[in-house]
């Protein structure tokens, strides 16, 4: 099992705004990456460290934190929105986990 | 632009070996931080390699003492060896490089993946 723990399931109306949280002992050292997966498709990189969106990336998608719990925020949900969201961070050894994932339905 | 591309997947028996390669283009895995990262069927992610770009290798505790990574500097290509394979070793198996933020590290290349099927 992970040693980060996401929320399996959410959904957002079309256009509205959804925030994605990730939870861990170890987000008390760590910054959270964030990923979005598409069905058969390989992980790609959306956030990384604070707040840091990869050339290509909409604005849209935004990372925060608030205390030991980092987010990824979708500020105007599209339809191809729509996958599975993994944080990645360390564990308490140091080395890489991702969080279980969330699945997005956009309404 | 960095590009991964992997190969050597396939079906194998329980107890059988594979080994899975990733060859790097645009960058050198010599100077990078090279993992594989496998997703079972309809499940998450789960890193179960690491290579520095010293040498350093790290393992999950799933996989450890049966599987081995390793690179070609000359080929430019990251592989990973597996021995004594299990079911649950079935999984899509990712190739990915990651850079380094405020010495933490984050996947910004990934490979299109290689599937093994552990099966009788």
């Known amino acids: 099992s992970s040693e980060l723990t996401q929320d399996p399931a959410v959904s957002v109306a079309l256009g509205q705004t959804v925030r994605i949280t990730c939870q861990g002992d170890s987000l008390r050292s760590y910054y959270a990456n964030w990923y979005q997966q598409k069905p058969g498709q390989a992980p790609i990189l959306l956030i990384y460290?604070?707040?840091n969106r990869p050339s290509g990336i909409p604005d849209r998608f935004s990372g925060s934190s608030s205390g030991n719990t980092p987010s990824l925020t979708i500020t105007g949900a599209q339809a191809e929105d729509e996958a599975d969201y993994y944080c990645?961070?360390?564990?308490?050894?140091?080395?890489?986990?991702f969080g279980g994932g969330t699945k997005l339905t956009v309404l | 632009e960095g590009q991964l591309v992997e190969s050597g997947g396939g079906l194998v028996q329980p107890g059988g070996s594979l080994r899975l390669s990733c060859a790097a283009s645009g960058f050198t895995v010599s100077s990078n931080y090279m993992s594989w990262v496998r997703q079972a069927p309809g499940k998450g992610l789960e890193c179960v390699s690491v290579l520095y770009s010293i040498g350093s290798t790290y393992y999950a505790d799933s996989v450890k003492g049966r599987f081995t990574i390793s690179r070609d500097n000359s080929k430019n290509t990251v592989y990973l060896q597996m021995d004594s394979l299990r079911s649950e070793d079935t999984a899509m198996y990712y190739c990915?490089?990651?850079?380094?933020?405020?010495?933490?590290?984050?996947?910004?290349?990934w490979g299109q993946g290689s599937l093994v099927t552990v099966s009788s």
């Open positions: 990915a490089r990651a850079t380094f933020y405020a010495g933490f590290p984050y996947f910004d290349y």
């Open positions: 990645n961070s360390r564990d308490s050894t140091g080395f890489v986990v």
């Open positions: 460290g604070k707040n």
